[in-house]
């Protein structure tokens, strides 16, 4: 059993959820990420870990209310209890002096990039950084982003904050400094990662993104989270989430993401119990 300390919606449909996990908070690296249960009939979701508290024993996850478990998770209230939250999972981000990062980031990436960027700017690196979403009440913790970045950019696609247009302007971004990046990172949607990958291959700059397949045990036992990377079988939460996004076969992660969005889809639609429909302070079973 998992205390909640705080669950609070940071922007529309994205949560901060603040858990009591003293353990997984004495190890966790950046890029990690645990596996938790949002009820005791739930299923196991991973989830990126975003910041944490040693010395309080806590950590923070931004998750975005998808389907039936996110919207379970979006309805606790500190005091309440998750049954289980495994972790740390996965291998840390790796982190030396690379010189000048690119880290673009959207959606629930923004807050998994965090700790990242905070680590590369200890190491020395000049941290760009790119925050990508739909509309600028989207984008949160810019505040946290501000110190440790050399520049921020910020594509929008309704223009509301920075570049007008889609990942597609990154190219722009790239094309209008002095020299590339040394190294880019991405975390956030699979679009977000497959077209910035797609991008930085042709420009030649590598590029590693956080790969997020289904995935059940987390341990490398049961085989769901498969990827093909560089033509090679690998399993995302023994060998990843991190990979070289330019040898990603993102035709197949695609596919298999999707592999059961006819049980999602029927979870909304049959008799089983609804997901809690979220609105801020008010949750209905
Ligand atoms: C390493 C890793 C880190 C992740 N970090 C975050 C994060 O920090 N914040 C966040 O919001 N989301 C994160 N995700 C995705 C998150 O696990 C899914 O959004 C969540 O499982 C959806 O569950 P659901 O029941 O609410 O939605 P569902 O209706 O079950 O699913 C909605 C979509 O989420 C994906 N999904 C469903 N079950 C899983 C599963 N067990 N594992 C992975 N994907 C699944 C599927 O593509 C599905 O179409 C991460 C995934 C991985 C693999
Ligand atoms: S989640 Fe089971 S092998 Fe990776």
Known sequence: ??????????????????VEAPEIAAKIRPGQ????RAEEEG???PLSVADWDEEQGTISIIFMEVGASTGTLACLKSGDTIPTCVGPLGNPTEISNFGTVMCVSGCYGIGSMYPVIKELK???NKVLTVLEARSSYLIYWL???????????????????????????????????????DMIIVNGCTFLMAHTSEITKSLGIKTIVNLN???????????VCRVTVGNKMKFACVDGPEFNGHEVDWKEFLARRKAYVDEETLYFRKSAPKPAVHKEGKCQS
């Open 43 to 45: 299923e196991r979701i």
């Open 143 to 181: 505040n946290r982003f501000i110190p440790l970045s050399e520049r921020i950019f910020t594509i929008t696609r309704d223009g509301s904050l920075g570049m007008k247009g889609h990942v597609n302007r990154i190219t722009d971004i790239i094309n209008g400094l002095a020299s590339p990046p």
């Open 213 to 223: 397949p289904i995935m059940i045990d987390g341990t490398g036992m049961c085989g």
């Open 1 to 18: 059993m998992n205390r909640v300390i705080k669950r609070e919606m940071v922007v529309p449909n994205m949560h901060l959820l603040v």
């Open 33 to 36: 990420f645990v596996i938790l």
């Open 122 to 124: 200890k190491a020395g």
